[in-house]
């Protein structure tokens, strides 16, 4: 589960569109979320990113972490599992 992305740092302006689009740069996109807030429906700044293979979430890492997407330079590493 290499494949997926944690992407910190989003602008309020990003759309999990954009979010799309930017990342089928480096490969298939398989899903991209942003997190919202449950009560306001605004971003909380935050997102993940399915890539289609391991090999296309580096190249995603290594296209866009700590390069700026809206505006905003946004952090991508690979998302690690939920804690409880």
Known sequence: MD???????I???TTQESLTEAFGQAGTVEEAVIITDRASGRSKGFGFVTMASEEEAQAAI???DGKELDGREIKVNVARPREE
Do not use: D, H, I, Y
């Open 11 to 13: 602008a309020w302006a």
């Open 62 to 64: 290594e296209m866009w």
């Open 3 to 9: 494949n997926k992305l944690f992407v910190g740092g």
